[in-house]
């Protein structure tokens, strides 16, 4: 059985990985008859935010490893113990944890750094040619990881496509239930919740995204 490595950055739209998207994710994946891994740095978020009211916690902190475990069932491991050899696919479900807590998009935009460990399993993917997707805000990682113009989507956004320009990447526009691929690098990238106005939007748009990842070879 094909097998697909999933990093999450946490629970939660505003701190973590998005919710919908995530499971929408392991959803299609499964259905395609193909297995998954579910992977999370292991460190502090950058911060909590309360979802009910907007409001960041200045008094909480959590863990992005534990915080995935609630979307992953319990069933996730530390992103160090991502082995690219294991793999056939890499998938990265957005949420502003993609922005936050896998890389700094989120506060320094065209200056963004990626999470270290992260970095590496991304790197390591695309040193294989194996093909991957980002949904959401997570193609600001594959702007930093693949640079050389690589063709990537967050939707339609102008001031974030302008950042990730910035930071090497070729933005294309598109709309939430396309996808755009950059065929050499073997990449796919989809808006989701950068432009979905509800969750049969983002189904569409995830769909779209794992069904096409999944068919490259």
């Known amino acids: 059985m094909k097998q697909v490595a999933v990093i ?3 629970c939660g ?5 998005e919710i919908h998207e995530s499971v929408l994710t392991l959803l299609a994946i499964e259905q395609a008859g193909v297995g998954y891994q579910c992977f999370a740095p292991d460190k502090a978020q950058m911060h909590v935010v309360n979802h009910l009211t907007g409001d960041v916690s200045e008094d909480e902190t959590r863990n992005v490893l534990v915080e995935s475990a609630r ?3 319990g069933n996730v491991k530390p992103i ?3 082995k690219v050899s294991d793999f056939d ?3 990265v479900p957005g949420g502003f944890g993609a922005a936050k807590n896998l890389c700094s998009f989120a506060v320094d935009g065209e200056k963004s750094s990626v999470d270290k ?3 590496t399993v991304c790197n390591d993917f695309a040193k294989a040619k194996k093909p991957v ?11 930093s990881v693949y640079g050389n113009n690589v063709k990537l989507t967050i939707g339609s956004d102008e001031d974030t496509a302008n950042a990730l320009n910035a930071l090497g990447a070729c933005h294309v526009n598109c709309e939430v239930d396309e996808v755009v691929v950059d065929v050499e690098n073997k990449l796919v990238t989809t808006p989701a919740y950068m432009t979905a106005q509800n969750i049969l939007q983002a189904h569409a748009s995830i769909n779209k995204m794992v069904e096409t990842v999944l068919a490259m070879k």
């Open 8 to 10: 999450l950055s946490g």
């Open 13 to 17: 739209v505003f701190d973590g990985a």
């Open 71 to 73: 979307i992953a069932r």
């Open 80 to 82: 160090t113990e991502c």
């Open 89 to 91: 696919y890499l998938i």
């Open 117 to 119: 460990d992260v970095l």
């Open 133 to 143: 997707a980002y949904a959401c805000i997570a193609p600001a990682i594959a702007a």
